[in-house]
């Protein structure tokens, strides 16, 4: 990652934006649940800046989505031509097995088809050309594998 805006996949946007709509429905629910902290018992005051911290944090994860869309709109489309966070590539791996994996920036617990740009397999396929073969440390010793193709 070289700090510049980085594109990303078509599914990843729809992620994004998918949570981002998330988040808005339910920061307003939130936000229509708060008082005045100072009305009440101590245990509603403890109530309402327990719903105030949650806002805080919706609102931190709101920008941090928009930024990151509003990045990726600058960056534009993921490379075709060369492996780049937001690519789509088809590996073959050493064992013979082909797959089709995303390049991108954070992990997605139920997204097997994800390798994270930080990752090793992530880190060698980054820059790579189809044919290129590259060379990645697993728990269980160095690997193989060949790009396959770029983009689908």
Request: hydrophobic share 40%; aromatic share 2%.
């Given at each position: ?10 599914q990843a946007?729809?992620?994004?934006e ?16 708060l008082r ?14 327990r ?8 609102d ?6 928009t930024?990151?869309?509003r ?25 013979g097995?082909t ?14 088809t994800?390798?994270?740009a ?6 060698a396929?980054?820059?790579r ?13 160095p690997?193989?594998a ?7």
């Open positions: 990652m070289t700090g510049d805006a980085e594109p990303i996949s078509a946007r729809r992620a994004l998918q949570e981002l709509t998330d988040l808005q429905d339910e920061r307003r629910m939130v936000a229509g649940t005045d902290a100072s009305v009440g018992d101590q245990a509603d005051q403890a109530d309402e800046l719903r105030a911290d949650q806002l805080g944090r919706l931190r994860r709101i920008e941090d989505i930024e990151r869309l990045e990726a709109a600058v960056a534009g489309p993921a490379p075709t031509d060369v492996v780049g966070v937001g690519s789509t590539v088809t590996v073959r791996f050493s064992a097995a797959e089709t994996l995303q390049i991108g920036e954070v992990a997605e617990a139920l997204d097997q994800l390798v994270t930080d990752s090793p397999l992530g880190r396929l980054l820059g050309r189809p044919g290129d073969t590259v060379h990645y440390d697993t728990p269980d010793g690997a193989t060949v790009v396959v193709s770029i983009g689908g």
